[in-house]
C-alpha cells in the first residue's frame, strides 16, 4: 500500500506541477507559465485566423477551427469534453481518465515524454498542454510546427479566463461562458455561508504519507481550503512539496484531509501521527476521487463544497 501510495504521489505532482514535471523527466529544464493569457474574444463565434496568448505568455496562432486535438493534460482533456468539443480529440495521455468516453481515444503514452511517432501520426492541428517540458514542447513546436496552446491557471479567476480561452481556441464561445457562469453561481453559494464561519480551522491535506507530501501555497488546494472556511497547515511551503513529520507536530492540525477514503483508517494507526489534535478527535477525511481538488476544471465546485462541508458541517446542516 504504501508503495502505491507513493506513486500516486509522484503521479500527483507530474501532472499538476511544472518543478516537479522537471524534475522527474531527467533532461527536462523547467518552464515557468506566465498568468498573461489574453482574455477570450468577446464574439461568440471565433474567427480564424485567432491569435491567443496563452499561461505559458506565449502568441499562439490558430490558422483554422481546429479539427484534430491532442491533450497532453487530464485537466485539458475534461475541458475540452466539457466544452463539448471531445469528439475532436485524436490524442491523450495514460493520465487522462475523465469522462469515461475519453478511453476511446488512443493515447500517446505520458508527458515524460509522450510518444512523438503517436502524435504526428494524430495529424493533431492543436496540441493541449500545461506546464509540462520544456524539452517537449520546444521539439513539437520547433521540429514538427505544431501549435501549443498552454493552459495552467492556479486559481478560479485564471480557471475561468482559460476555460473563456480554450473555448474561443476550439470556436465554443457560448458553452465556455456557460461552464463559467455556473461554476461562478455554485462557489458563491459555498462562500457565501463558509464566509460566516467564527472560526477557520486548521487543515492539513495528505496527498502521501510515506513520504509526507501535501499542497502548498500556490496550489488550488491552498485556495479551496481557504475559501472552504479553513486555514491550510502546509501553506508555509510553496507548490506541492514534501512535509516533515516535526513540522506536522508542531503545526498541530484540527483536520486531516487525505486524498482518498480509504487512506484514512492508515493515517488514524500510523506511527507518530497518534499525537495530532485531528487523530485524537477522529477529524481525519477522505475524498472519494482527488481530481475533484486537484484538477482545474468545472468539477473543481464539487470538491470545494465537500472540502467545505466537511470543514464547517454546522454551516451546512440547515
Keep these: 500500500m504504501i508503495g502505491i501510495r507513493k506513486v500516486r504521489a509522484m503521479a500527483l505532482a507530474l501532472v499538476l506541477t511544472v518543478s516537479v514535471l522537471a524534475g522527474c523527466t531527467g533532461s527536462a529544464t523547467q518552464t515557468t507559465p506566465t498568468p498573461a493569457s489574453t482574455p477570450a474574444p468577446t464574439a461568440k463565434v471565433t474567427t480564424y485566423p485567432v491569435t491567443l496568448k496563452d499561461d505559458a505568455g506565449n502568441s499562439v496562432t490558430i490558422a483554422q477551427e481546429p479539427k484534430h486535438i491532442v491533450s497532453l493534460a487530464p485537466s485539458n482533456t475534461e475541458l ?55 524539452d517537449v514542447k520546444k521539439k513539437l513546436a520547433d521540429e514538427y510546427k505544431l501549435p501549443i496552446l498552454t493552459l495552467e491557471p492556479k486559481n478560479f479567476d485564471e480557471l475561468y479566463n482559460d476555460i473563456k480561452l480554450l473555448g474561443a481556441a476550439v470556436n465554443a464561445q457560448p458553452q465556455a461562458d456557460k461552464i463559467v457562469a455556473d461554476m ?97 478527535t477522529g477529524k481525519v477525511y477522505g475524498i472519494s476521487d482527488w481530481n475533484l481538488m486537484t484538477r482545474p476544471g468545472p468539477r473543481l465546485t464539487q470538491g470545494l463544497k465537500w472540502l467545505a462541508e466537511t470543514i464547517h458541517p454546522e454551516l451546512f446542516s440547515k
Design 80 to 134: 475540452l469534453f466539457a466544452l463539448g468539443k471531445g469528439p475532436l480529440l485524436v490524442g491523450r495521455t495514460d493520465f487522462c481518465d475523465y469522462p469515461a468516453d475519453v478511453k476511446n481515444v488512443p493515447s500517446v503514452g505520458s508527458l515524460f515524454p509522450p510518444s512523438y511517432e503517436k502524435i504526428v501520426a494524430a495529424k493533431p492541428d492543436l496540441i493541449l498542454m500545461m506546464g509540462g517540458s520544456a
Design 184 to 280: 461562478q453561481a455554485a462557489v458563491k453559494e459555498i462562500t457565501d455561508k463558509t464566509a460566516k464561519a467564527t472560526a477557520k480551522p486548521a487543515a492539513f491535506y495528505v496527498a502521501s504519507d510515506d513520504p509526507i507530501f501535501t499542497a502548498g501555497s500556490g496550489t488550488f488546494i491552498d485556495a479551496l481550503i481557504t475559501m472552504a472556511g479553513g486555514t491550510n497547515v502546509g501553506g508555509d511551503v510553496k507548490g506541492w512539496a514534501q512535509y516533515n513529520l516535526e513540522q506536522l507536530v508542531a503545526k498541530n492540525p484540527a483536520i486531516l484531509i487525505a486524498d482518498n477514503a480509504t487512506s484514512v483508517d492508515q493515517l488514524k494507526a500510523k506511527k507518530g501521527w497518534d499525537g495530532l489534535q485531528a487523530i485524537k
